[in-house]
């Protein structure tokens, strides 16, 4: 056993064991930082080596934060394949810090379907939002290691565009103000910037499973929007799955609108009487009774090249409904609001968890893969 309370074992038996005591890890023990530095990182004799694991979930307690005038303070969780630093990403956070309940802490599997797997050493990093004030923390971590679970939308292929609600946060003092694509592809096109009424992050939603979320106001500028076009444009056959609920039922709700070269694109939206509509360009086709106001949700969209489109609620085997095709290609994005192209309006009122696009249909062991993925992480029912 090391400093840092982790049992490192190098035969495959033992690997495998399935003793939560060999597993299990403190990356620190309660812990107070003072600092008007903007980033402050754990001390190096104090990382923990997680060989020969590639996933874990975090347990984190927070006693009491002072904010920086104007900011936040953020917490991260960092690994890197190398005692230099070297080669370092996030794979918790950025946590926007406030203080938890005796026995409630946040519980983030954030590397098991994170972007990428747990490196080798894991570390905690300290920032402010701000560029200067004081700020104050006190905070442990403790965890445990899941070498045998390692998933992400992105395995499944065709990933395009991925968003989740504690993964590529950018924070202005204390607004998100930028959310990054995790679909690898690196196209700068696919991050989001948001109104200048920015969503807010709910830290731990019980009705998603204590994960985080976005919540949006209704307010005409609270949405986020990609700054440019996406490189290359989607086309079909596509599929969105998006996970999320509306918490009020007046007005017309849009989660989801886009552009495409014919000026329209891929749209999801709620009526004020709890019509959900679907278009793809020209055509349109919706279904009543379905209000989207439960929670947890998720919502399959499935456009299928220039033949049909379909949509299932909180089924990725049973299709509620479907309809014409519409246009062919898909090169931008609004979550929250009507097409800004477009123009304003009809803007989200309620949470989004969880946004992601594929440039294909999904086979039905891919679905079962994401639906099994989706209950998990959010405590839903998908069938």
């Known amino acids: 056993m090391d400093d840092s309370g ?12 399935d003793d939560r005591r060999e597993r299990s890890f403190v990356l620190c023990t309660w812990t107070t930082i003072y600092s008007t530095a903007t980033s402050f990182v754990q001390d190096q004799s104090q990382w923990v080596d997680l060989h020969g694991y590639n996933d874990a979930t975090f347990v984190i307690d927070i006693a009491n934060v002072t904010n920086p005038s104007g900011g936040l303070v953020l917490l991260y969780i960092e690994s890197t394949p190398s005692l230099d630093g070297s080669a370092v990403h996030t794979i918790v956070g950025p946590i926007a810090c406030a203080p938890t309940t005796a026995g409630s802490p946040l519980t983030l599997k954030t590397c098991s379907a994170g ?44 990933c395009v565009f991925w968003l989740r609600a504690d993964l590529g946060l950018s924070f202005t003092n204390t607004g998100v103000t930028g959310w990054s694509d995790q679909s690898g592809l690196n196209d700068a096109g696919r991050n989001l910037v948001a109104g200048s009424s920015p969503p807010t992050i709910t830290l731990s939603d019980a009705n ?25 444009v989607v086309v079909q056959p596509r599929t969105w799955v998006l996970v999320g609920h509306r918490t009020l039922t007046s007005g017309t709700n849009y989660f989801l609108d886009g552009n495409s070269g014919s000026g329209h694109g891929d749209t999801v939206f709620v009526s004020s009487t709890g019509v959900i509509t679907v278009s793809s360009g020209s055509s349109q086709f919706s279904s009543t009774g379905n209000n989207w106001n439960t929670y947890p949700t ?82 839903m029912s998908i069938s």
């Open 298 to 379: 998720a919502f399959m969209y499935e456009s299928v090249s220039g033949t049909s489109t379909a949509y299932q609620l909180n089924s990725f085997s049973t299709v509620l409904v479907s309809g014409g095709a519409g246009s062919n290609d898909f090169n931008s994005i609004s979550l929250g609001s009507r097409n800004l192209v477009t123009g304003g309006g009809g803007t989200w009122v309620g949470t989004i968890a969880e946004v992601i696009a594929f440039s294909k249909t999904l086979s039905s062991n891919n679905k079962l893969l994401l639906r099994t993925y989706l209950n998990n992480r959010y405590g």
């Open 6 to 17: 982790f049992h490192v074992h190098d035969d495959e038996y033992n690997h495998d064991h």
């Open 115 to 158: 972007q990428t797997p747990v490196a080798r050493y894991v570390r905690w990093r300290i920032a402010s939002s701000v560029a200067s004030g004081s700020f104050d923390v006190t905070f442990r971590v403790r965890g445990s290691a899941n070498r045998r679970f390692y998933f992400a939308p992105t395995q499944l292929g065709g």
């Open 208 to 232: 998603y499973g204590g994960r985080m979320t976005m919540a949006f106001s209704g307010s005409a500028s609270c949405y986020f929007a990609n700054a440019s076009t996406w490189s290359p």
